[in-house]
């Protein structure tokens, strides 16, 4: 008899490795993050930066964009590929949030976008608070569906698979550690151009829809497809879809 725990723990690391092979579409489909949630985890005088687990570099494009110097450490080597190709200006290094190729103090923020919730959190945060100045800042943002939105909170629940679960973001509970103040929680409004095609590309980049089997998966593709065909909002070329951006800010000790 196969132990749950075990199997979730599995499937949770599965989940974690599936953008590789993706890391193209990734790119392409997923959205960027709003600069006033940037701008709201960073400390005063930030200069160089930390993007953790850079993925594509998503959130390396804000940080460019408000003018820092950013390094980028990625463990996934396809997904390192497409953020070298795409920020051929920006030092990328293979590493984990447990194990930052970085030294002491070299940053002034470590900044993680839609990729908090796969650390070992408290190895993490240590290695985290190691690479981080005192006064400097550990940020967590994530995109997600705006609820508010009759038809986006309609159109979330379509979206779930076998292997949906429950993020860091959604939980009342902040993370603590003894390197950094006590967590604050803001959220964003934010906005992505889509249409009824792009939007279902996009939700097929989450890792639940990369790891759920292929009949789900298709299963679920069909039943997005007819909803977003017969929703006024959604039904005829492109539309705002609203996002709510979650941030997670501490201040290192």
Same mark, same amino acid.
């Given at each position: 008899?196969?132990?749950?725990?075990?199997?979730?723990?599995?499937?949770?690391?599965?989940?974690?490795?599936?953008?590789?092979?993706?890391?193209?579409?990734?790119?392409?489909?997923?959205?960027?993050?709003?600069?006033?949630?940037?701008?709201?985890?960073?400390?005063?005088?930030?200069?160089?930066?930390?993007?953790?687990?850079?993925?594509?570099?998503?959130?390396?494009?804000?940080?460019?964009?408000?003018? @820092?110097?950013?390094?980028?450490?990625?463990?996934?080597?396809?997904?390192?590929?497409?953020?070298?190709?795409?920020?051929?200006?920006?030092?990328?290094?293979?590493?984990?949030?447990?194990?930052?190729?970085?030294?002491?103090?070299?940053?002034?923020?470590?900044?993680?976008?839609?990729?908090?919730?796969?650390?070992?959190?408290?190895?993490?945060?240590?290695?985290?608070?190691?690479?981080?100045?005192?006064?400097?800042?550990?940020?967590?943002?994530?995109?997600?569906?705006?609820?508010?939105?009759?038809?986006?909170?309609?159109?979330?629940?379509?979206?779930?698979?076998?292997?949906?679960?429950?993020?860091?973001?959604?939980?009342?509970?902040?993370?603590?550690?003894?390197?950094?103040?006590?967590?604050?929680?803001?959220?964003?409004?934010?906005?992505?151009?889509?249409?009824?095609?792009?939007?279902?590309?996009?939700?097929?980049?989450?890792?639940?829809?990369?790891?759920?089997?292929?009949?789900?998966?298709?299963?679920?593709?069909?039943?997005?497809?007819?909803?977003?065909?017969?929703?006024?909002?959604?039904?005829?070329?492109?539309?705002?879809?609203?996002?709510?951006?979650?941030? @997670?800010?501490?201040?290192?000790?």
């Amino acid at each position: 008899m196969t132990d749950p725990t075990s199997a979730d723990e599995e499937l949770y690391a599965r989940r974690a490795r599936s953008f590789g092979a993706q890391a193209s579409a990734y790119a392409e489909h997923r959205p960027d993050y709003p600069l006033p949630a940037i701008r709201w985890g960073l400390p005063d005088r930030a200069r160089h930066v930390l993007d953790l687990a850079a993925g594509t570099g998503k959130l390396t494009d804000g940080l460019l964009a408000l003018g @820092l110097r950013v390094t980028a450490v990625e463990p996934d080597p396809g997904m390192r590929a497409e953020f070298e190709q795409r920020h051929p200006g920006t030092a990328a290094f293979e590493g984990t949030a447990e194990r930052i190729p970085l030294g002491e103090g070299a940053v002034d923020s470590v900044l993680v976008g839609q990729a908090f919730h796969w650390f070992d959190l408290d190895r993490a945060l240590t290695e985290i608070a190691r690479v981080t100045r005192p006064g400097g800042t550990v940020v967590a943002l994530w995109n997600h569906d705006d609820l508010s939105v009759p038809w986006v909170a309609e159109f979330s629940e379509l979206t779930k698979t076998g292997v949906s679960r429950r993020f860091l973001w959604q939980r009342p509970d902040l993370p603590e550690h003894p390197g950094f103040e006590p967590f604050e929680r803001r959220q964003f409004s934010h906005v992505q151009r889509r249409t009824a095609g792009t939007l279902i590309d996009t939700v097929a980049t989450h890792s639940h829809m990369l790891t759920a089997p292929d009949e789900e998966r298709e299963q679920v593709i069909t039943r997005l497809r007819d909803f977003l065909a017969r929703t006024p909002e959604t039904a005829h070329g492109e539309f705002d879809l609203p996002i709510t951006t979650t941030v @997670l800010r501490a201040v290192r000790k």
